[in-house]
């Protein structure tokens, strides 16, 4: 059976324009201006940890970093921190299919001093609300290694839906990867957007913006 015919204008593709939180600022990633900082807080990471996922990295100095943010195949933002005012960490849109609807988030990477905090939250509110919102698409979608427990936890945290694992998907530094897929479709964006809001506003953070009720979208 044929699926039911829908109105669809083509959604916008991502452009310059920042992602303005009350706690972060998302650039288009701009290797110039943003690497030195990347670099930095990427370090504290001493263990490498962020990469172990990645396809890529971690990375020796700035110079690796750069090309990485060059040549890597999708649309980066800069997270800029403004309670340490520094930029801290990497997002981008991947995937991007006007003709579908569809864009993905990923290559999604924290610095420790943006991981579980409340810029991190803020930040994948705003990217989704311009998924929604400004660039007009009708599905979001996340992916992560199966194994990636971490990841898949966080996709669920957010608002996606486990839709189902893609075996055999991806070789990632010599080692099988199965994909495990996650997405949010338009119509669920309007009950996302409330929990989030509930979640980001000041009476649900203390002086030290720890959160006092946890994201939730009942």
């Known amino acids: 059976?044929?699926?039911?015919?829908?109105?669809?204008?083509l959604p916008k593709v991502p452009g310059k324009n920042f992602l303005?939180?009350?706690?972060?600022?998302?650039?288009?990633?701009?290797?110039?201006?943003?690497?030195?900082?990347?670099?930095?807080?990427?370090?504290?990471d001493k263990q490498g940890l962020l990469w172990k996922y990645m396809p890529d990295g971690p990375f020796k100095n700035i110079n690796q970093l750069k090309h990485y943010i060059?040549?890597?195949d999708c649309f980066f933002y800069a997270i800029?921190?403004?309670?340490?005012?520094?930029?801290c960490g990497l997002a981008s849109y991947l995937r991007i299919q006007p003709k579908a609807g569809s864009i993905e988030v990923g290559y999604i990477t924290y610095s420790p001093i943006l991981r579980k905090t409340v810029?991190?939250?803020?930040?994948?509110?705003?990217?989704?609300q311009n998924v929604f919102e400004t660039?007009?698409?009708?599905?979001?979608?996340?992916?992560?290694?199966?194994?990636?427990a971490k990841s898949k936890n966080a996709a669920l945290r957010l608002g996606f839906k486990f839709e189902g694992v893609f075996r055999q998907a991806a070789v990632i530094k010599g080692r099988n990867r199965?994909?495990?897929?996650?997405?949010?479709?338009?119509?669920?964006?309007?009950?996302?957007?409330?929990g989030y809001l509930k979640y980001l506003s000041s009476k649900n953070l203390d002086k030290n913006l720890i959160q006092k009720r946890s994201l939730r979208f009942t």
């Open 80 to 87: 800029y921190s403004k309670r340490h005012k520094k930029y």
């Open 119 to 128: 810029e991190a939250t803020e930040t994948m509110y705003l990217m989704m």
């Open 70 to 72: 060059k040549n890597t």
């Open 20 to 44: 303005k939180g009350k706690f972060v600022t998302l650039e288009p990633a701009n290797p110039s201006k943003h690497t030195k900082d990347l670099f930095e807080t990427f370090s504290l």
């Open 135 to 148: 660039l007009k698409y009708r599905r979001y979608e996340w992916k992560c290694n199966n194994g990636n």
């Open 178 to 194: 199965d994909t495990a897929w996650f997405s949010v479709i338009d119509k669920e964006w309007k009950k996302l957007k409330k």
């Open 1 to 9: 059976m044929l699926g039911k015919k829908i109105k669809f204008k």
